[in-house]
């Protein structure tokens, strides 16, 4: 398994050169570029800008190990609007030609957004819809398109077996699971979900969960790699069950408040040990 | 550009599937604005219930789904329909359209069905999700974010959502004209079966 970070847990003060190296230092195989959450990597960003972008990974000694964005919290595939949906669309369509570009093979996407104002039917029959041509446009691309579990945000797909369900109803090979064992909190157990889709795991995202404090409280739910509930060798041991040998993406809500770049330092040597099964 | 589907006719055209149990010379049919349709899954909705319209129908029915812009060739076949005896279910998808496209929908309302309509309004946030209809049966049903109200309420109202008028019931020559402000078609296309249990009570009343 190789490890990666997002490059949205750059400190913005740094930029990205700085970040690179920090990643590059800190051990790290690859890095994740968010799509819309960081100034070098936008929407409005050109193809040559893409390209360049690569580069500098690569001349960091790095390689992008997915194409994640966060822009589907605000315009997400669920929307009523159909321009919004239009618009989700355009972003999971540039995530894949950007992946292209930066020559990875996969795309994160926070499928669909349940609240009080779209009910739960309404959001999974637009995601189906949503994803069946884009799961196509994924597959002659090369690239897999990972739905993130994000189970208590989302308010969608709760459970594993929902969860496959989807999947299953999309009926895309492109389209598949980005799986974040910290998301689960108390409505289940990582491992579960990880033995549960197998297959089609696109890439895990790694970070703690604190399952006492729930989602609704104003503190962070997430914390780093062992200080929380996750069990850590059922979650390792159920990635070697189901022979996951791809990406892991470090993923921390909670930044140190203090000497940022330890926790790069500190999360890469957390998951040496987990991948090493020394737990 | 428009398009009409024909569930059936027994004028001759097509052929009456046996199963479906509608009078003579009834006929069910689904208006697609196209272009000046705002909302594809309310069309979707609508087509995926209309073998059950067929069967629960008592006249003929023109269901015209998330209108925005209504031309004059589809504005004569609303009222054609009407003044020959046909439900017609008329539902604006103008909260989901330009402000220009509004302004012609509101317009075509008034001139050619005295329904006089008033802006969108944004129903989010709010505290209950649902739009209350009187009639053919009491029922929520779930809003769909944007309303066009009526200007005011009259005894004609069948549906309010937070104290505002939404839908109406009004005789229109020989036909019965229900025009929905709020759109009912994504609750169908969603799998909603009260949705789907009001829609069928309104073509058989």
Known sequence: ???????????????????????KQAGYDGIELWLGDVPWFQMATSDSDVRALRRNVENAGLVVSNVSTGLHWATPLSARDPAARAQATRIVERQIETAVMLGTDAVLVVAGL????V??????????E???PLGDKAARAGVKIGCENCNSEQRFLISPREFSQFLTDVGR??????LDVGNIHDTGFAEQWIELHGPRITRIHLK???KHRGRCGDQSVYTNLFLGDNNWPAIR????????????????EARYRYAPDQQFYDTAQAMDRFIAGRL | MHRRTFLSYTAGVVTLPSWIDVPQRSRIELLDLEDNCCLRESVAGYSGVLADVGRAARRSVLIVPAAARIPAPPMRTIVHSLQAGAVVILESGTGFASEQDFRAHRDALRDSLAVRVSALVQLWPRRTPYVDYSWPHAAKLRDFSRVIPLDQPTGETIGFADGQPVALRRQVGRGTLIFL???LGPALWAGDADAKRWLLDVVRS
């Open chain 1, 119 to 128: 009910p739960y039917n309404e959001v999974y029959q637009r995601c189906l």
């Open chain 1, 114 to 117: 349940v609240t009080e104002e």
């Open chain 2, 181 to 183: 402000g709020s759109p």
């Open chain 1, 237 to 252: 041991a159920a990635l070697t069950k189901v022979r996951y040998d791809g990406w892991l993406v470090a993923e921390m």
């Open chain 1, 1 to 23: 398994m190789k490890k990666a970070i997002g490059d949205n847990m750059i400190p913005r003060e740094w930029g990205l050169e700085r970040g690179l190296e920090l990643i």
């Open chain 1, 130 to 132: 949503a994803l069946q």
């Open chain 1, 173 to 178: 090979p492109a389209v598949g699971i980005h």
């Open chain 1, 208 to 210: 703690d969960v604190l």
